[in-house]
């Protein structure tokens, strides 16, 4: 619509009236509200050591919003994407990096969670229901990897890492089996535990069972361990817990089970490594705790990247790995860090 001079002097008479230039009007109308000061409010320094993994000039980016309860983050280098999973919907998202938008990679896909990928760069996820860790093949085929132990189903596959010798390890917790919502409801009618599979196996092997609730899994940096979160507040009357174990050569066996992280105010979930060796793991408190949660190998508290609802998991992504992208209740934020995925 074009406006006449007569027009175009009433208009910013009005605008005059209530003490708005034309120009500002016009530059308020094409960007939107005004930015947040540098360094935003979501970076909190916790130890001095944090300020090295902050960027002073990074803002909190929230791409999409209108999941259910997003999840499983995975980073896809050769296409630039982020796969996530809107569990309620039972769908995988694709966020594609060059574009920033969010779309649906694929529907109906069993209350799908944890994602990652192999070391072919084949997606494996990890579904509710169905109860199974399933791998997507080149051909557009899909290989059930675990759905059963001793001849019991599984109780709902929950994360996956993968190994370089071509097997995986998954948690097992059970969340989709405890409401339809995420999955279908049922009796577990297995321990809560960690398992190892790969292609030459007819079952999974369980690697551990101490644990209340295994959530997120991550390998630590050198590829000889693992660090796993216990959200067992959920069900138990224990504390949240990062808990890392070694693993065998052959990844098949664990020992050396080391308690790295307790809380009593914070739910851990998933979780990344920089690195470094610092743990970047989802965290669920509340105001003022929800986000990000950074600690070093050792367990000691570094900082935090605050959000505005409930974290569920994160990964790094981007060419230099170095872009945090986190999966929270409904939408999903990414954040420039000066940390780089492991």
């Known amino acids: 619509m074009k406006l006449g001079r007569r027009e175009f002097l009433s208009a910013s008479a009005a605008l005059a009236a209530v003490g708005t230039s034309p120009q500002l009007f016009a530059l308020q109308s094409a960007q939107g509200s005004a930015p947040e000061r540098y360094p935003i409010d979501a970076w909190k320094v916790e130890d001095s050591r944090f300020s090295d993994y902050m960027i002073f000039n990074s803002p909190l980016e929230r791409h999409w919003s209108g999941g259910l309860w997003t999840e499983g983050p995975a980073w896809n280098a050769v296409g630039r994407y982020v796969v996530f999973s809107d569990i309620p919907r039972a769908k995988q998202m694709r966020w594609d990096e060059s574009t920033g938008q969010v779309s649906v990679l694929r529907d109906n896909v069993g209350y799908s969670n944890g994602n990652t990928f192999d070391h072919q760069g084949r997606l494996i996820a990890c579904e509710h229901y169905p109860s199974r860790v399933l791998r997507y093949e080149w051909d557009g085929s899909t290989t059930v990897l675990a759905e059963r132990y001793q001849g019991k189903p599984l109780n709902a596959p929950n994360d996956v890492v993968a190994l370089p010798s071509g097997g995986v390890i998954f948690t097992d917790p059970g969340y989709g089996a405890h409401f339809d919502y995420e999955g279908k409801k049922r ?5 809560t535990a960690i398992y190892y599979v790969d292609d030459s196996l007819d079952e999974p092997i369980m690697l551990t069972d101490d644990i209340y609730k295994p959530n997120g899994i991550v390998l630590t940096p050198d590829g000889e361990g693992f660090y796993a979160s216990d959200s067992a507040p959920t069900h138990f009357d224990e ?3 990062i808990i890392r174990w070694s693993l065998g050569e052959d990844g098949r066996s664990v020992s050396d089970r080391q308690v790295i992280v307790t809380s009593e105010d914070t739910i851990f979930d998933g979780m990344a490594c920089d690195v470094d ?6 965290a669920n408190g509340g105001e003022g705790i929800d986000g990000v949660v950074v600690f070093s190998p050792e367990g000691t508290l570094l900082g935090r990247v605050l959000l505005p609802e409930v974290c569920s998991n994160v990964c790094f992504a981007g060419k230099g790995r170095n872009r945090l992208f986190m999966t929270a209740s409904q ?4 954040i420039y860090t000066a940390a780089r995925g492991a």
């Open 239 to 241: 504390p949240a817990r």
């Open 331 to 334: 939408s999903v934020y990414t």
């Open 187 to 191: 009796d577990l009618e297995l321990e």
């Open 277 to 282: 060796g610092n743990i970047w793991s989802s």
